[in-house]
T-cell receptor, first 114, second 112 residues
Framework: EAQVTQNPRYLITVTGKKLTVTCSQN?????MSWYRQDPGLGLRQIYY???????DKGDVPEGYKVSRKEKRNFPLILESPSPNQTSLYFC?????????????FGPGTRLTVT | RKEVEQDPGPFNVPEGATVAFNCTYS??????FFWYRQDCRKEPKLLMS???SGNEDGRFTAQLNRASQYISLLIRDSKLSDSATYLC?????????????FGSGTQLTVLP
């Protein structure tokens, strides 16, 4: 089944404890990105990647890191999480670059930082 | 001002009603537009792309007005299963890569 998977789906952690949210797609998509969704603010892009080893900042990159060592994986790293990073996170992929085509979203990761 | 603005609703309509959502965008260079549907606590899924000439897919019609910088979504003969949040999305050129900007969504509840 063609899909985007994220792990974990739910995570409660404490301020400052490094964490990684994994994202994997099995559709051989070039483009992958991370979003966070907060009430009243909609989906905001954190980072995106046009291809392997090519990543760039989105609208809200502060406090996050990403890497794209393989085409299928695009992990999101929070080196020192803070409570304002409590949010619902979505990974997405698409066949081509730049959002010109349909974005396929993962099921989301609900993160709480205390 | 937000780049993409939507009326958050909620819109509560009876089954069978016609409902319309509008969305305005501020970046006149935006090139493409989409409507995504998001069910409660689930991931967004593409509902339809919005073409400059407008497009229709069954009970759903999308329109683009570049002069006034707004996009609309019309749902005819509403079904209970149409209850969801509808996200308006604009694709804007940004440097060498294009960026998707999402509106915060319009919540629709179709009542029996």
């Amino acid at each position: 089944e063609a899909q985007v998977t994220q792990n974990p789906r739910y995570l409660i952690t404490v301020t400052g404890k490094k964490l990684t949210v994994t994202c994997s797609q099995n559709m051989n998509h070039e483009y992958m990105s991370w979003y966070r969704q907060d009430p009243g603010l909609g989906l905001r892009q954190i980072y995106y990647s046009m291809n392997v080893e090519v990543t760039d900042k989105g609208d809200v990159p502060e406090g996050y890191k990403v890497s794209r060592k393989e085409k299928r994986n695009f992990p999101l790293i929070l080196e020192s999480p803070s409570p304002n990073q409590t949010s619902l996170y979505f990974c997405a992929s698409s066949p081509m670059g730049g959002g010109r085509d349909e974005q396929y979203f993962g099921p989301g990761t609900r993160l709480t930082v205390t | 001002r937000k780049e993409v603005e939507q009326d958050p609703g909620p819109f509560n309509v009876p089954e069978g009603a016609t409902v319309a959502f509008n969305c305005t965008y501020s970046n006149s260079a935006s090139q493409s537009f989409f409507w995504y549907r998001q069910d409660c606590r689930k991931e967004p899924k593409l509902l339809m792309s919005v073409y400059s000439s407008g497009n229709e897919d069954g009970r759903f019609t999308a329109q683009l007005n570049r002069a006034s910088q707004y996009i609309s979504l019309l749902i005819r003969d509403s079904k209970l299963s149409d209850s969801a949040t509808y996200l308006c999305v604009a694709l804007s050129p940004f440097g060498s890569a294009r960026q998707l900007t999402f509106g915060s969504g319009t919540q629709l509840t179709v009542l029996p």
